[in-house]
């Protein structure tokens, strides 16, 4: 009896998928938690990783500047709100943004689905979707910059290791044709963010 309780929630936990809750930790780890503003860093100012224009954008959508982004409630979102965001206001933005926008949670592993959403959150989709017709061109289905059903699938069937070895490829491929003139200096950074997660992904297993 108990071999088919554990081969039942063995079967379980891989059909369900990854979890954005697991991710939003790690995430936060490799964004920082303090208020930023950083010479020649093109996000501006941020907090928790996420720049001014991020919030404001969010925050219209969401029609809430009053309820949870005007902090002080001088009638705008500026700076001096940003300072004073705490981490509950920023998750949605990942959650919602980030993760649900290339629908991580269909993703089989959490490994890949981290490596790949952080990529997002770090670089943003790229022109034209260039990130995401990137993936597609790695599982080899059409590059038409929409995560879809068949996108998904191609993922899910694809060699965990070598989807993986792909993507982490590419990431460094890119901030490598990236590093250029005030952009070099930020190189480092982002050569060691790609390692860390490497290592929790080892660590871990999930790939």
């Given at each position: ?141 059409e590059p038409d910059g929409k995560i879809g059903k068949q996108t998904i699938a191609a993922i899910n069937k694809s ?8 993507l982490y490829n590419y990431r460094l491929d890119y901030y490598n044709k990236i ?29």
């Amino acid at each position: 009896m108990n071999r088919l309780i554990l081969c039942f929630l063995l079967l379980s936990n891989s059909i369900r998928g990854a979890d954005f809750e697991k991710f939003f930790p790690t995430l936060i780890r490799l964004e920082g938690i303090l208020f930023t503003v950083t010479q020649y860093d093109k996000g501006g100012a941020t907090k928790f990783g996420v720049t001014l224009s991020r919030y404001k954008q969010y925050c219209a959508y969401k029609k809430i500047e009053v309820l949870i982004c005007d902090k002080n409630k001088d009638g705008k979102v500026d700076e001096r709100d940003l300072q004073v965001t705490v981490l509950r206001d920023v998750k949605p933005i990942y959650h919602e943004d980030y993760w649900d926008a290339v629908k991580a949670s269909e993703f089989r592993r959490q490994s890949i689905a981290e490596l790949y959403v952080d990529l997002i959150v770090n670089s943003g989709f790229g022109k034209d979707f260039q990130h995401v017709k990137a993936l597609q061109r790695i599982v080899r289905v059409e590059p038409d910059g929409k995560i879809g059903k068949q996108t998904i699938a191609a993922i899910n069937k694809s060699p965990p290791i070598q989807l993986y070895n792909k993507l982490y490829n590419y990431r460094l491929d890119y901030y490598n044709k990236i590093a250029v003139g005030t952009q070099k200096k930020f190189l480092k950074g982002w050569k060691n963010r790609l390692v860390k997660l490497k290592t929790k992904h080892q660590n871990e297993k999930f790939a």
